[in-house]
């Protein structure tokens, strides 16, 4: 129990490192066979303690801790069971994956061939208020098929079966984000920068030998349609 404890310790304080959340935000949880611990509301995740950790069962009613469970335990919730194969889930809010999504851009793989093969296109959940059922909802369509996702206007996912590999992701997915931020601000016409086919149909063989879970980019041509779309209307909500 202690290894437990300390290990969604030590996850809360590597994220506000990583600045993969700030202060009382975001929440980490783990699933045991008797429920899920999971960070309490209001909880410093720089410098969380053990007092800090409360044991939920699969409904949501307290069994151990003192304190309130996060506000977003439904969405824990639903993930573990969707996904009955993984025990770690954290939600965290990346400050430039999370604006991406509040401009209407999206988070596209085709960029760099580590984002193609190892995170492929990240989906986005539409906007629900926080803690709601409807948030909690909101990723059932995709869950399945990835092991992370971005909240729009709101923050992002992650789970498997340790921290390590949850933030991992988060960090991909932020990294990811801030390259196109990158290229955005210096005016590059990243729409036009996407992999061609024939480099596509190489990293899909890999992606498949290799076994990645994640959902495949969309492109067919030498442009991002998804991307290119947002693009325009975001000028033209700008005119």
């Excluded at 980490?28 to 410093?44: C, F, L, P």
Aim: aromatic fraction near 8%; charged fraction near 30%; include cysteine.
């Amino acid at each position: 129990m202690k290894n437990l404890k300390q290990s969604m310790i030590e996850a809360g304080r590597i994220l506000y490192e990583k600045n993969l959340l700030a202060g009382f935000d975001g929440n980490i949880s783990i699933r045991t066979e008797k429920g899920v611990w999971i960070t309490a509301s209001e909880s410093y995740k720089g410098f969380l303690k053990e007092e800090d950790l409360v044991l939920i069962d699969f409904s949501g009613k307290m069994l151990e801790g003192s304190r309130k469970a996060s506000s977003e335990a439904k969405l824990h919730l639903k993930i573990y069971e969707k996904r009955p194969d993984i025990s770690h889930v954290i939600h965290a809010h990346p400050v430039k994956s999370t604006a991406l999504t509040i401009a209407g851009i999206p988070l596209i793989p085709c960029l760099t061939a580590e984002a193609y093969l190892l995170l492929g296109k990240v989906p986005l959940a539409p906007y629900q208020a926080p803690g709601s059922i409807g948030l909690a909802s909101s990723i059932e369509r995709f869950v399945k098929q990835t092991n992370f996702f971005l909240l729009e206007k709101h923050g992002a996912g992650a789970f498997g079966n340790d921290f390590y590999t949850c933030i991992d992701r988060l960090e991909k997915i932020e990294a990811l984000a801030e390259k196109t931020w990158l290229l955005l601000s210096a005016g590059i016409p990243i729409e036009k920068k996407v992999f061609t086919p024939k480099e596509r149909k190489e990293l899909n063989e890999i992606k498949k030998k290799a076994g990645f879970l994640n959902i495949s980019c969309e492109c067919t041509g030498n442009k991002c349609r998804l991307l290119k779309k947002a693009l325009k209307k975001q000028k033209k909500d700008l005119q």
